[in-house]
């Protein structure tokens, strides 16, 4: 799905998944890895405020990847 | 001498539960679990299955070093000959769990591994060249037949007998190609497979072309303060109720919902309805799945220009790669139409 809304739309598509593999297989080409598999951009466990943060983070680090000039598949790993 | 087999499988198939012991780690067991009582059967007396080798989908997926290693280490512990794993059918997680337990044991312990997926399982691009694959039904209806493949191409690759090409063993090609002797030339084939195709009959080429699934990337945002940004998801997160009747697996259709007048996914205006995993995070707020709140609020902050007003969204999980990329192309179509710049597309 990734892929083609890329290649029909023609804009950057960032996707956000926890199995990086997964993400290399079907061609993503801008990758984010996430949290978990039940929340990829969420830290409920860790409670409202820890949660919002990390979402936050990773909402803008997929930001900066849309920015970001690549020629192939990369992964926007976390500081 | 009998052959030992160990057989991996998933929390599922062992009994402990579905989503909610997806984190359930690994551990083994003297003997057969669950589909291990079949394959025990189909083995007779030429094989035995010494042990079973347990771990949750979810633990393997999310932590997939340390779950390779210690399931490793719990195969290894029962000194098989053999290692057979699933059948995972179209699950997503389990493919990837089998073909990776399948290729690491084989690399670490020099033992034949088979496993049994559907060919649009995400498990067969990764493992197919590293593992044997037989070609499964994409859901546990075809448990039968995959048991049959495991345990016979299982049986032949522990004998070290050869093995036929993958389209007669019922196996995902592992693209090796093996030189023979034809009683016909090349320009005679090629006149027959010529004459076959005009004729409208089945014919088979000698030599497959790669399927790459791979386009060039785009061109960045130039500039993300006037950029507009739209949010889809195959998380399963759709209005209450799910109007449109989004399937929960296997899914055929998606959903576009307007948000311009929300701030935030609550428990009461959305719901997750996918059925691949554990959604109590998701009901408690749809937004640690498909992040509204956090994105109006760098809309607010000025960090993008707007957020594009409505949401795409789909179940992923055992949905077909053809109706998958149909979403994609309808829904990039749209995008495009509506002017968005830049697409964060969350999945589970």
């Known amino acids: 799905m990734t892929r083609e809304i890329e290649k029909a739309a023609g804009i950057p598509v960032v996707q956000i998944a926890t199995i990086v593999p997964i993400m290399l297989t079907v061609g993503s080409n801008r990758i984010v890895p996430g949290v978990a598999i039940p929340h990829p951009v969420g830290e409920p466990a860790k409670g409202p405020e820890a949660d919002r943060k990390a979402r936050r983070e990773l909402l803008l680090r997929a930001l900066g990847a849309m920015t970001t000039q690549i020629d192939e598949q990369t992964i926007f790993e976390g500081k | 001498m009998t052959i030992r087999v160990v057989h991996y499988i998933n929390q599922f198939y062992a009994g402990l539960g579905g989503e909610e012991a997806a984190n359930h780690l690994p551990e083994s067991r003297e003997g057969v679990v669950g589909p291990g ?3 025990k059967a189909l083995f007779g007396d030429r094989a035995e299955i010494v042990g079973t080798v347990i771990c949750g989908d979810g633990y393997y997926g999310e932590h997939m070093e340390e779950a390779r290693a210690e399931c490793l280490k719990l195969i290894g512990a029962f000194k098989p000959d053999l290692l057979v794993a699933g059948p995972g059918f179209n699950a997503g997680r389990y493919g990837v769990a089998c073909g990776d337990v399948c290729a690491e044991a084989g690399k670490a312990l020099g033992i034949p591994t088979v496993t049994a997926l559907y060919p649009e399982n995400p498990g067969v691009e990764l493992y197919a060249k590293k593992t044997v694959v ?20 299982g049986l032949k690759l522990a004998a070290g007998e050869p093995m036929g090409p993958a389209r007669l ?13 034809s009683t016909t030339n090349g320009a005679e084939r090629a006149v027959a497979m010529l004459l ?16 790459f699934n791979r386009i060039p990337p785009a061109a960045p945002i130039k500039d993300m303060k006037k950029a507009t940004i739209a949010l889809v998801s195959s998380g399963g997160i759709v209005p209450k109720g799910n109007p449109d009747h989004i399937r929960v697996s296997s899914a055929e259709t998606y959903g576009r919902y307007d948000i311009s007048n929300l701030d935030d996914l609550t428990p009461e205006t959305y719901e997750s309805v996918h059925g691949g995993y554990d959604r109590v995070w998701a009901s408690e707020d749809p ?12 809309e607010r902050e000025g960090v993008f220009a707007k957020l594009y007003d409505h949401i795409y969204t789909t179940t992923g999980t055992g949905t077909a790669v053809a109706h998958a990329e149909r979403f994609g192309r309808e829904i990039g179509a749209q995008l495009k139409e509506a002017g968005v710049d830049g697409v964060i597309l969350t999945s589970t």
């Open chain 2, 37 to 39: 009582m079949q394959l």
């Open chain 2, 134 to 153: 037989v070609q499964a039904a994409d859901s546990a209806r075809g448990m039968k037949a995959a048991l049959e493949g495991m345990a016979r191409v």
């Open chain 2, 169 to 181: 063993e019922g196996t995902i090609s592992r693209g090796i190609r093996k030189n023979f002797f």
């Open chain 2, 196 to 211: 076959d195709k005009i004729a409208g009959k089945p014919f088979r080429t000698e030599y497959e072309m790669p399927v």
């Open chain 2, 287 to 298: 937004d640690v799945v498909l992040p509204v709140d956090v994105m109006r609020e760098l």
